[in-house]
């Protein structure tokens, strides 16, 4: 799924003198759900490898929602996760804690030597500016050369301070292991000091009223019934988001959707999130890795109406009319996107 395939040479050398960096495509994979747990958490641990080819991405989170006097129980339990659990076509990640927390420079000198060579990609909250990514990337540089790991671990940023928002281009292309990005909605709210208290999603508060109709004596009736448009109060940060990310060949994601129960508004938020380019969402609950593998999947309908687009272009240039529509370069483009999508997550 990169845009841009990227070898071990793009990242950087090793710190051993002498070694050869290994020539290594990072392999296109799927990753619509990022589905978390807590591996300090034993009923949750227990499930980790029952999941394991039932969903794109399994992530052990260190992070926020895992209590500071339980952070060290759930680093060795994401260890022994790691060391025990073949994780197939899964992908493993975790989510460290943050750059400002006690806890961050253990976690990455623990679980790089101990599982580096599992880990797929690391996952660094409240990213502020490059100098974050650079100062993980070096970290992670210098703990894989002593560990001799030769695959290299990733980076995805979650994007939940107004200072990351500002930074996010710089952010993206800070080191050639920057794999993606997340919203993070509620951290992000609460430094915007935005008046939600929700994990994501919409709010009925955030809306445009259709015009008040006019009345005959004059005037208009504002007082009378109009219809409610809610608005999306993370679209701003996402269309940035994704440009940023498109920019740097680099995926996008929603973050989580806090309301577990409300399946349908997590579905059309998540949509919301496809429909702008990103590749996936995060899970909470099992119920969400439904919604993101459904959601985050090209339908079989827009895939067949893309392949008849390509088809009729012959070459892709020009212009020709199906179905009443102009069709032309920049459309065989947009078909190309959900062909390549849908090979992408058949393959
Ligand atoms: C996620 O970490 C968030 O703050 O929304
Ligand atoms: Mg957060």
């Not at 650079?134 to 301070?161: M, S």
């Not at 004596?217 to 999306?232: K, L, M, N, V």
């Not at 995060?282 to 919604?291: G, M, N, R, Y």
């Not at 827009?302 to 088809?311: E, N, P, Q, S």
Request: glycine share 8%.
């Amino acid at each position: 799924m990169f845009r841009r395939m990227r070898t071990a040479k793009d990242f950087f050398a090793p710190l051993a003198v002498g070694a050869p960096a290994p020539v290594r495509e990072i392999p296109a994979r799927p990753s619509r759900a990022i589905h978390f747990f807590d591996p300090g958490n034993p009923k949750m641990a227990a499930k980790v490898p029952d999941m394991v080819g039932t969903v794109d991405v399994l992530l052990g989170n260190l992070e926020d929602a895992v209590k500071a006097e339980n952070k060290e129980i759930s680093r060795e339990g994401l260890v022994k996760i790691g060391q025990s659990v073949d994780f197939g076509p899964t992908q493993f990640w975790t989510r460290i804690n943050s750059l400002d927390s006690p806890w961050v420079l253990d976690d990455l000198t623990t679980l790089v030597p101990a599982i580096g060579d599992k880990l797929d990609v690391i996952m660094v909250p409240k990213v502020q500016g490059a100098e974050d990514i650079h100062y993980v990337d070096r970290l992670l540089a210098q703990l894989e050369a002593k560990a001799g790991i030769t695959k290299p671990i990733l980076i995805h940023a979650i994007l939940e301070t107004a200072r990351g928002v500002a930074n996010v281009e710089e952010i993206c292309g800070a080191s050639p292991r920057m794999q993606g990005i997340s919203l993070g909605p509620a951290d992000l709210a609460a430094d915007r000091r935005m008046k939600t208290t929700r994990v994501g999603g919409g709010h009925p508060g955030y809306l445009v009223r259709q015009d008040a109709a006019p009345l005959a004596e004059g005037g208009y009736d504002f007082e009378g019934a109009r219809t409610i448009y809610q608005q999306d109060l993370w679209h701003y940060t996402m269309g940035r988001m994704v440009d940023a990310c498109a920019m740097h060949g680099i995926y996008a994601y929603y973050g989580p959707f806090g309301d577990i129960k409300d399946t349908v508004a997590c579905e059309d938020q998540f949509r919301n999130a496809f429909l702008m380019g990103c590749v996936g969402a995060w899970s909470l609950h099992p119920v969400q890795i439904k919604i993101a593998n459904k959601v985050f999947s090209p339908s079989v309908e827009d895939v067949k109406h893309a392949r008849r687009v390509i088809a009729a272009m012959g070459d892709g240039t020009g212009a020709v009319m199906l179905d009443g529509k102009m069709e032309d370069d920049a459309s065989v483009k947009q078909c190309k996107v959900m062909v390549d999508l849908a090979e992408e997550l058949a393959a």
